[in-house]
């Protein structure tokens, strides 16, 4: 009797979303420009609106238009409806938005509006083919699972096949169901705007998965929606299933009600009545068997791959396994990465590093992919990992590398990129051979990249990520040779408002740690400015300044030594990479060596922002302040660092606890100064 009211109560709900209006569930109307109601705008966007609530775009389910020749009169616009709902539901909502938008939206430029069955939005500027997900919208079913560790399990995967049907989906568009129990199932569904690239989709629905845990975790139901793609999920039928080639669920017929009927409903005697009676029984019977069985077999399925990463809760804390947890959405399966990876052969291995050895591979898909692996044994790689994981999963900027997901399964942890063919900084630029690719438009390009990577990750991103190990073997290479900072083993999370920090365990590599970090443990933004200060001298001369040696004055100096002398002179030319000298423009590098200079100060305080390095690698007109003599120049001979009673130059220090002997400094209060 439980079973079939259950499955009629599931049928009920179904037959209900023929019914359900579509209701209004957000709206975003930045008011920071406006247009008048007799405006050629305005005279465009009721054209556009027109054709966008059309019953053309309606049988279509979409369209992006422009109307209009000239900016910034011209009207921008895109509608898109649920791939579930039928073209009169369609055109009943985009009807619906169209008169909406105005009146939520009065005289916006830009502006749109999310109902349950479609989309509208329209902007002054060209949007199509451009990720947005700066705005979401979060709503959450109020109930929570019965069981929140398998549940949040088997939404990670569904979440996850839907992601890869939609990218593969001519509509961007995916729905499918999951088994919790016998009884209970969760309903997904995923869409992109048709606008963007199966790649850009599936980008666009990551970072929706990965909002999952911030806004509905361990509840029955939840929406994630933003401009440019949906994510939902619930415990009964949202959707339309017959729409998306789903079966609605069917309640089993129950012998105990056909036995219960009267014999003349069913023929005119008793023996004829009884015999029909098991005639219709034993099938049926033998129907809820086979349900029966065929459930079995499927919770046996789905228990075989619930959580991935559950073979390495043995060797993480509470408080590992939670935030681990909340990025499950990111997880890839062993298998697919072995074969992505030809079983990690060493033809397909692209460098090692301190995390382990990095492998080159292709997905099932085409993808190509770069796979680092964490060396066995490695608890310390276990805290970078995550670090990584859940860092560079919320960053999105072109000048960072691209977190595609992990693995955690069978003792493997893995991390898993985009594949950027031109590999990392330090092999073209300290390549003798490889370096005259570095013509100066792209070291400028590659300085001024990173100068925008690091900028996001001080200020403009919803975290504030300190990198802590900045240097030319994490500044990775696209085919076109643009910078994206990677390595975020050792990145430090600050508080919004948090400006300076503290810490007895120092990470990084020694010759690109600020003197403040490295000798006390003041750790603030300013001393990634310092390491990015090492990087921009580096990249002008070629050399690393952890082993060079140039001779100036019959003995060794290091790089930064080496640099100021001849800046001090007045003939700094003379220290850059001769390849340049007669290709680049002599003011532009002499404005880029002053920029390095005054990152490298001794005084924090004195140091840039990396917003202040931005606008002075881009406007002339801004006049640089004097340098200073840079940290370390007059104590080269006499610095040493103890790690571990090891005692040197360019060691890659993990999170090891330094001394510092033989050097004094001053003490520094790190604060910043911006300017009002």
């Known amino acids: 009797m439980a079973d079939s009211i259950f499955f009629l109560i599931s049928l009920l709900l179904l037959l209900n979303l023929q019914t359900i209006n579509s209701s209004l569930l957000w709206q975003n109307c930045p008011s920071d420009t406006n247009y008048t109601n007799n405006s050629s705008f305005r005279s465009n966007l009721d054209l556009l609106l027109a054709s966008l609530s059309s019953p053309s775009t309606a049988a279509a389910g979409f369209l992006n238009l422009t109307v209009g020749s000239q900016p910034p009169s011209r009207a921008n616009g895109l509608a898109l409806c649920r791939g579930d709902v039928s073209s009169s539901s369609c055109q009943a909502c985009l009807a619906s938005a169209a008169v909406d938008i105005i009146n939520q939206c009065p005289n916006g430029t830009r502006s749109f509006i999310w109902y349950d069955d479609c989309l509208l939005r329209y902007s002054n500027e060209s949007f199509f083919s451009v990720v947005n997900t700066g705005y979401q919208y979060w709503a959450w079913n109020a109930n929570n699972a019965t069981d929140p560790q398998k549940f949040d399990s088997l939404l990670g995967n569904l979440m996850d096949t839907l992601t890869l049907e939609a990218r593969g989906s001519e509509r961007l568009f995916a729905a499918g169901t999951a088994n919790v129990s ?246 073209f630029l300290f390549d003798p051979l490889k370096r005259v690719q570095l013509d100066w438009a792209r070291r400028f390009k590659i300085i001024e990249g990173i100068a925008r990577g690091l900028l996001y990750l001080h200020e403009d991103s919803r975290l504030k990520i300190i990198h802590r190990d900045l240097k030319a073997s994490n500044i990775l290479l696209d085919a076109n040779m643009n910078p994206k900072i990677s390595d975020f083993g050792l990145a430090k999370l600050f508080g919004v408002d948090e400006t300076q920090g503290n810490t007895s365990r120092i990470a990084g590599t020694y010759g690109y740690m600020a003197p403040e970090y490295a000798l006390h443990g003041l750790l603030s933004i300013k001393s990634d400015v310092f390491s990015y200060g090492v990087l921009t001298l580096e990249i002008l001369t070629g050399q690393k300044n952890n082993n060079y040696r140039g001779s100036s004055s019959g003995y060794s100096v290091d790089l930064i030594t080496h640099i100021w002398r001849n800046w001090t002179q007045g003939n700094v030319l003379q220290a850059i990479d001769q390849m340049l000298v007669n290709q680049c423009p002599t003011q532009e590098v002499l404005r880029c060596i002053h920029i390095g200079l005054l990152c490298v100060q001794e005084d924090p305080v004195q140091r840039p922002t990396m917003a202040d390095v931005v606008i002075m690698l881009n406007s002339h007109s801004v006049s640089l302040p004097r340098p200073s003599a840079p940290a370390f120049v007059n104590h080269s001979d006499s610095t040493t660092i103890e790690a571990n009673g090891v005692l040197g130059r360019g060691r890659n220090y993990s999170e090891n606890k330094v001394k510092a002997t033989k050097f004094s400094i001053n003490e520094v209060s790190i604060s910043e100064l911006e300017p009002r």
């Open 182 to 427: 016998v009884f209970n199932r969760i309903y997904g569904l995923v869409q992109c705007t048709r606008d963007l690239s199966p790649d850009d989709c599936y980008l666009c629905l990551r970072q929706m998965v990965a909002s999952i845990p911030s806004c509905c975790d361990s509840k029955q139901g939840g929406k994630v929606y933003s401009p440019s793609c949906i994510l939902r999920f619930e415990s009964y039928p949202f959707y339309n299933l017959s729409a998306v080639g789903a079966p609605p669920p069917q309640a089993p017929p129950s012998p105990s009600s056909n036995s219960s009927r009267p014999n003349e409903a069913i023929g005119g005697n008793s023996n004829n009545g009884r015999g029909t009676i098991l005639f219709i029984v034993i099938p049926a019977a033998a129907a809820v068997l086979l349900f029966l069985c065929a459930i079995f077999i499927c919770c046996r399925r789905t228990k075989a791959t619930m959580p991935r990463w559950k073979p390495l809760s043995q060797k993480l804390n509470n408080k590992h396994q939670a935030e681990i947890r909340g990025a499950e959405s990111l997880l890839f399966d062993l298998e697919s990465i072995r074969i992505a990876t030809d079983n990690f052969s060493d033809a397909n291995k692209l460098g090692q590093g301190g995390f382990g050895p990095v492998y080159k591979g292709r997905l099932e898909n085409g993808e190509q992919i770069a796979v680092k692996r964490l060396s066995r044994g490695s608890d310390q790689g276990l805290v970078e990992l995550k670090n990584e994981v859940l860092l560079v999963a919320k960053l999105q900027h072109r000048n960072l590398v691209r977190l595609l997901g992990c693995c955690l399964e069978s003792d493997e942890k893995l991390l898993v990129y985009e594949y950027l063919p031109n590999t990392s900084l330090d092999k």
